[in-house]
């Protein structure tokens, strides 16, 4: 039995790249400034410039992205967060700790995005914002998003699309908030947790930086109350030395995709036995590459006997958790979102996979479904 196929070869991701790494981690050693400072200032300049934005705010994760940026718009109790099920926990958790309440609205079949007309008619004057996701590194639609959301203020969760574009632009910029993560095993992660909000908005990234340190402005005078939202300079410097090479990674990603909507697309077997999302926009970065089927658990035990790892990103929808039973969802109120948690798999398509590896990805998934 040969060895099994890595679901994502960090490993040899940072072997390429082991010799900058250890002079980062001695720059940071011997500067004795560990949180925040030169390090933290100097990666948020580069992504900004990266990201073609006016700001950047590194914050400690993806998580705590939102969590800033959600505190700095003053979303609160009384406040009602529409957003897609369908989603890592996260976008939906921070709504309900700042005592806000989430309302959850169904996502388009297709590419398993919010759905712009599910927002609109569930929009209601206690609407503060709407958050739309970029599952699986493809940008939601951020324009209809826009559109659908009014008044509300327009937040995206981008900790998966990190280098994403959305018709033709790189992702940053479009909406007032983006949130990036730099978990590890997102476009670009760090060696640790790590997190970041791009704006064009000068007095929402000012508000940003001080909730990042409770708020305070200056030091030890609160207006407000923030929390400890501090990037560390280790992961900056890390980051610093991973941001020059995230475009190539996602161009392997992609690549690595084309294969299989070829391979797999060609097979022509039924849809119920194998779907391939649709893709919106060309700016997609395969943070994930998802299929769909009837015949999910078995296809990925049979994977699995194949030495192919695969994972289920997710397998039970926010509005049906038992933390969210008080919003009083039904099984069936949200009813794409469900099938969908019965049906994808995630194979992998991470940057570092080999020909022969994807092949044999491609291989023993035609060989089980058909
Ligand atoms: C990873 C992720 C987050 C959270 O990021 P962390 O850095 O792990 O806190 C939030 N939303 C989505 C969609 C994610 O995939």
Same mark, same amino acid.
């Given at each position: 039995?040969?060895?099994?196929?890595?679901?994502?070869?960090?490993?040899?991701?940072?072997?390429?790249?082991?010799?900058?790494?250890?002079?980062?981690?001695?720059?940071?050693?011997?500067?004795?400034?560990?949180?925040?400072?030169?390090?933290?200032?100097?990666?948020?300049?580069?992504?900004?410039?990266?990201?073609?934005?006016?700001?950047?705010?590194?914050?400690?994760?993806?998580?705590?992205?939102?969590?800033?940026?959600?505190?700095?718009?003053?979303?609160?109790?009384?406040?009602?967060?529409?957003?897609? +099920?369908?989603? $890592?926990? *996260?976008?939906? @958790?921070?709504?309900? =700790? %700042?005592? #806000?309440?989430?309302?959850?609205?169904?996502?388009?079949?297709?590419?398993?995005?919010?759905?712009?007309?599910?927002?609109?008619?569930?929009?209601?004057?206690?609407?503060?914002?709407?958050?739309?996701?970029?599952?699986?590194?493809?940008?939601?639609?951020?324009?209809?998003?826009?559109?659908?959301?009014?008044?509300?203020?327009?937040?995206?969760?981008?900790?998966?699309?990190?280098?994403?574009?959305?018709?033709?632009?790189?992702?940053?910029?479009?909406?007032?908030?983006?949130?990036?993560?730099?978990?590890?095993?997102?476009?670009?992660?760090?060696?640790?947790?790590?997190?970041?909000?791009?704006?064009?908005?000068?007095?929402?990234?000012?508000?940003?930086?001080?909730?990042?340190?409770?708020?305070?402005? +200056?030091?030890? $005078?609160? *207006?407000?109350? @923030?929390?400890?939202? =501090? %990037?560390? #300079?280790?992961?900056?410097?890390?980051?610093?030395?991973?941001?020059?090479?995230?475009?190539?990674?996602?161009?392997?990603?992609?690549?690595?995709?084309?294969?299989?909507?070829?391979?797999?697309?060609?097979?022509?077997?039924?849809?119920?036995?194998?779907?391939?999302?649709?893709?919106?926009?060309?700016?997609?970065?395969?943070?994930?590459?998802?299929?769909?089927?009837?015949?999910?658990?078995?296809?990925?035990?049979?994977?699995?006997?194949?030495?192919?790892?695969?994972?289920?990103?997710?397998?039970?929808?926010?509005?049906?958790?038992?933390?969210?039973?008080?919003?009083?969802?039904?099984?069936?109120?949200?009813?794409?979102?469900?099938?969908?948690?019965?049906?994808?798999?995630?194979?992998?398509?991470? +940057?570092?996979?080999?020909? *022969?590896?994807?092949?044999?990805?491609?291989?023993?998934?035609?060989?089980?479904?058909?």
């Amino acid at each position: 039995m040969t060895d099994s196929v890595p679901f994502l070869d960090l490993a040899t991701q940072h072997a390429a790249l082991e010799t900058e790494l250890r002079a980062a981690f001695d720059r940071v050693l011997s500067s004795g400034a560990f949180i925040l400072g030169p390090e933290v200032n100097a990666f948020e300049e580069e992504v900004a410039r990266y990201l073609g934005v006016a700001h950047a705010v590194g914050v400690s994760s993806g998580t705590d992205a939102l969590l800033v940026a959600l505190m700095a718009l003053g979303v609160g109790p009384g406040d009602e967060v529409i957003t897609t +099920p369908f989603t $890592f926990f *996260a976008t939906a @958790g921070v709504v309900h =700790r %700042l005592g #806000a309440r989430p309302v959850f609205v169904d996502i388009r079949p297709g590419t398993f995005e919010l759905d712009p007309a599910a927002v609109a008619a569930a929009r209601t004057e206690r609407t503060k914002a709407v958050i739309g996701v970029d599952l699986f590194g493809q940008p939601c639609d951020l324009d209809a998003l826009r559109e659908a959301a009014g008044p509300a203020v327009l937040v995206e969760d981008a900790a998966q699309s990190f280098g994403a574009s959305y018709r033709g632009k790189t992702i940053g910029g479009h909406v007032p908030a983006v949130c990036f993560s730099f978990f590890p095993a997102k476009n670009l992660g760090g060696l640790g947790d790590g997190g970041l909000v791009s704006t064009d908005d000068a007095e929402l990234a000012t508000r940003m930086r001080r909730v990042r340190v409770h708020g305070a402005h +200056p030091k030890y $005078f609160h *207006a407000m109350v @923030g929390g400890n939202f =501090r %990037l560390d #300079a280790l992961q900056a410097a890390f980051l610093r030395v991973k941001l020059p090479h995230v475009d190539t990674w996602i161009a392997a990603r992609r690549a690595n995709a084309a294969y299989y909507d070829e391979r797999l697309g060609a097979a022509g077997l039924a849809p119920e036995r194998l779907g391939l999302p649709e893709r919106a926009d060309p700016g997609h970065t395969y943070n994930q590459y998802v299929i769909r089927t009837n015949r999910r658990d078995a296809l990925r035990d049979a994977l699995a006997e194949a030495g192919v790892p695969t994972a289920i990103y997710y397998p039970k929808p926010l509005h049906l958790q038992e933390c969210f039973a008080y919003l009083g969802y039904e099984p069936g109120s949200l009813p794409i979102a469900e099938r969908a948690c019965d049906e994808v798999l995630a194979i992998p398509v991470g +940057p570092e996979l080999t020909e *022969a590896n994807r092949d044999r990805v491609a291989t023993a998934i035609l060989t089980t479904l058909t």
